[in-house]
């Protein structure tokens, strides 16, 4: 994490216990053993049994936020995921990467070795930020500003940054392939712009890409 925004302040803004029940509610079912990879402080993991859940796993950098895990999840590796994934006890059914990969030195490398822990058709739930957005750009061209913050779509600690189709050329060359229509439904704030444009803006309005993957030969 970033030295200029501590993790007890994340801790107060909630920061780890989101429960992206959105992401969670579009997750195909069964879900079976879970395996959720940044999970903060199990924040997901009421909505995850609430859905059938048979096992949840996860791994968290932050000690103080793991820690909290323990009521609710069946296991939490604390570290980096780079060093601990042929540790856990899987195979999983299904696999989140919630705002994860953007914060990753060589997020390829992590997806390839998920294929250790995956089980005959698993699939693959990612959330990241969306470089394409509109605020970005005009940023960049009014402001002359990348606007780094200390959270959200430009938070300080991101590494990496995906468009739609760097997120899904990823996916594909790792092993993973992206389903069709996964991304985000056009109906948030914008949705007329997207009835009239028929979706053909929704790449610069979607503060997130949300794409499901299942591993190559998976059904």
Request: hydrophobic share 35%.
């Amino acid at each position: 994490m970033s030295p200029h925004f501590p993790d007890s302040t994340r801790e107060q803004d909630g920061y780890y216990g989101q429960r992206r029940a959105e992401l969670v509610a579009s997750l195909p079912r069964p879900l079976g053993r879970v395996l959720d990879l940044g999970c903060g402080e199990g924040g997901t993991a009421p909505g995850l049994r609430a859905a059938g859940a048979t096992w949840i796993s996860g791994v968290e950098l932050n000690p103080s936020a793991a820690e909290r895990t323990a009521d609710v999840l069946d296991e939490t590796l604390v570290g980096r995921i780079e060093d601990l994934l042929d540790r856990l006890h899987g195979p999983f059914d299904t696999i989140l990467l919630y705002d994860v990969l953007e914060h990753l030195p060589d997020p390829a490398s992590v997806l390839v070795a998920l294929h250790g822990q995956a089980a005959a058709g698993a699939r693959l739930h990612i959330s990241v930020p969306n470089a394409r957005h509109w605020s970005l750009l005009r940023d960049l061209v009014l402001r002359g500003t990348f606007g780094y913050t200390d959270a959200g779509h430009r938070d300080a600690t991101h590494l990496r940054w995906f468009t739609r189709g760097d997120l899904e050329e990823l996916l594909r060359g790792t092993g993973w392939n992206p389903e069709p229509g996964s991304h985000p439904a056009l109906h948030d704030r914008y949705g007329r712009l997207h009835r009239l444009t028929r979706g053909r803006l929704a790449e610069f309005t979607f503060w997130q890409w949300v794409v499901l993957a299942r591993q190559e030969g998976g059904s």
